[in-house]
């Protein structure tokens, strides 16, 4: 691990939390959903918005996918909090802030962010500064995946208990993993007490995805190859369905990029609305 002085949020990260904090700044409401706890956290310079990656209207879709997801992903922790599940896991948890700005649900589970070690103990810094601090309930998992480190074992001496349900949650990951891994983190998912759910994003291969925002697409995966962080997976709808049956997930069900817009971005006078090309795995064990 670096000097703290070092340490900063990594980029994808920092780039999500600021399109959160754009969309309640700059897009009309109602707020699909509304969090600048990032915004804070990160604390950038003045100009930020005018970074060429928060153009509002050539991020507009990538920006209401962030958030469509994000609302989604509440939205079910809280239902399943109702429902009596008292565990959270934040797989590739980045900088989201669910546990600072609904610490009353929050503070009733315990919240296990797993993530890489720097961004993590900038995170925790960043945290404490701020006064927000780490109580008991929130687990900061550093796991060092380079290194080969286990996000299971990890997460298991943070205190995470496999006997009782929980809510497992990744967005924007799989597609940074090789399909192996993707398969591995499914059947370990599956495993789980009875009654938890996996929520997951994946990416579509570009012959899924409509021919007039392909090429966005396929400029978005450039840029990312060339930042170094190449799009390794790409699933169809059937096919994670499939997997999922395969690693014994009880029941399986695919939220498109579609069902997202019905349920949060319908009837907005601005028109805005996710890009096509993100969908959910939404799974039980």
Same mark, same amino acid.
């Given at each position: 691990?670096?000097?703290? *002085? ?12 600021? &399109? ?9 409401? %109602?707020?699909?959903?509304?969090? #600048? #706890? $990032? ?5 950038? %310079?003045?100009? &930020? ?15 209401? $996918? ?17 429902? =009596?599940?008292? +565990? ?11 546990? *600072? ?14 993530? +890489?070690?720097? %961004? ?16 008991? &309930? ?9 290194? =080969? /480190?286990?996000? &299971? ?5 943070? $205190?995470?208990?496999?006997?009782? %349900? ?5 967005? $924007? ?14 059947? /370990? ?27 966005? !697409?396929?400029?978005? !995966? ?31 069900? !695919? ?21 096509? =090309? ?8």
């Amino acid at each position: 691990m670096r000097d703290n *002085q070092t340490l900063k949020p990594e980029g994808t990260a920092a780039r999500v939390a600021l &399109w959160r904090a754009m969309h309640v700044q700059a897009d009309a409401p %109602p707020h699909v959903f509304e969090d #600048t #706890t $990032g915004l804070r956290l990160i604390a950038p %310079p003045d100009g &930020w918005r005018q970074r060429p990656d928060m153009d509002l209207a050539g991020t507009a879709g990538y920006r209401a $996918g962030v958030v469509g997801r994000a609302r989604f992903i509440e939205d079910l922790v809280t239902e399943q909090a109702g429902l =009596g599940v008292s +565990q959270y896991v934040l797989l590739g948890a980045g900088l989201d802030t669910f546990a *600072q700005r609904r610490a009353e649900i929050a503070s009733r589970m315990r919240v296990f962010e797993v993530d +890489q070690p720097d %961004p993590q103990a900038w995170k925790r810094r960043r945290l404490i500064e701020l006064g927000f601090g780490v109580p008991e &309930w929130l687990r900061l998992v550093s796991v060092d995946f380079e290194a =080969g /480190q286990s996000w &299971w074992s990890e997460l298991l001496s943070a $205190g995470f208990d496999p006997s009782r %349900p929980a809510v497992v949650a990744s967005t $924007g990951v799989s597609m940074y993993l090789q399909r192996d891994a993707n398969i591995a983190l499914l059947r /370990q998912v599956a495993q789980l007490a009875p009654a938890s759910t996996l929520a997951m994003t994946f990416l579509l291969p570009l012959e899924l995805i409509d021919a007039k925002e392909r090429p966005q !697409h396929q400029a978005l !995966h450039e840029r990312a190859r060339a930042a170094g962080t190449p799009f390794l997976s790409f699933f169809k709808p059937a096919e994670m369905l499939a997997l999922a049956n395969e690693a014994g997930f009880r029941k399986a069900a !695919h939220v498109s990029t579609a069902d997202l817009t019905r349920r949060y971005f319908a009837d907005r006078a601005d028109g805005l609305k996710p890009a096509y =090309g993100e969908s959910f795995l939404v799974a039980v064990s």
